[in-house]
């Protein structure tokens, strides 16, 4: 139980072009999603958290208009980077919290999504 | 704010050693969760163990074991017998009442048989 995908794994795209990455909970629901960045050699650092059906709430210096959050239902958060450049290259790490975690503070994440700009 | 600091950044060991990884943190609540992932080279991180602020009580899995230290404010995780399949950088991390994790710097442990 308790997985989450990420959908693609891998991609590589010109700059100036739009990268939308998936992030599913197969088999719960999930109240809250967090997505996170990872640089080569680095930590994971949180870049947003959202909701379902509300707007994303954005760690300091990131930009939301450049990564766009849609979380549209229980079971599926997308994000969307726009007008990549190759400094967007990294890899990208979704994790979801089950609805009705208490207290628990349950994130399972996802496999990652290694975006590639050329 | 909360913070994770794992002062080793890469530590290296012959198959079979013992190895033990540091964990500190700071935080002010007094309800929180730590937590160890490992993160092998295929980038999907692997859960190792969740422990609340409450449960001082060290714990063992197999060739894992976990010293939670509340009066040091450390969550050290030792690898006994140590494998190269245990090669992979090592992630501490912190949440708070806020259900928001603070991921410490990582700790690249490199196995040599």
């Known amino acids: 139980g308790a997985v989450v995908s990420q959908h693609p794994s891998r991609v590589i795209c010109k700059s100036g072009t739009s990268v939308k990455i998936e992030c599913r909970s197969l088999d719960f629901q999930a109240t809250t999603m967090f997505w996170y960045r990872q640089f080569p050699k680095k930590s994971l650092m949180l870049m947003a958290t959202?909701?379902?059906?509300?707007?994303?709430?954005?760690e300091q210096g990131v930009e939301k208009d450049k990564f766009l959050i849609n979380h549209a239902s229980l079971t599926l958060s997308t994000l969307t980077v726009t007008s990549a450049h190759p400094e967007d290259s990294s890899f990208y790490i979704c994790?979801?919290?089950?609805?009705?975690?208490?207290?628990?503070?349950?994130?399972?994440f996802g496999p990652g999504t290694r975006l590639t700009v050329l | 704010a909360q913070k994770v600091t794992q002062a080793q950044t890469e530590i290296s060991v012959v198959e079979k050693e013992d190895v033990t990884l540091d964990c500190v943190y700071e935080t002010r609540d007094t309800t929180y969760y730590l937590f160890w992932y490992k993160q092998p080279p295929s980038g999907e991180l692997v859960f190792l163990i969740r422990?609340?602020?409450?449960?001082?009580q060290n714990e063992i899995s197999g060739r894992y074991s976990w010293n939670f230290q509340k009066s040091t404010s450390s969550f050290n995780f030792t690898i006994t017998a140590s494998q190269v399949v245990d090669s992979a950088v090592y992630f501490c991390?912190?949440?708070?009442?806020?259900?928001?994790?603070?991921f410490g710097g990582g700790t690249r442990l490199m196995v040599k048989p």
């Open positions: 422990r609340n602020s409450f449960d001082e």
């Open positions: 994790s979801a919290s089950p609805l009705g975690g208490k207290g628990s503070n349950e994130q399972f």
């Open positions: 991390a912190l949440c708070d009442a806020g259900n928001m994790l603070t």
């Open positions: 959202s909701n379902e059906g509300s707007k994303a709430t954005y």
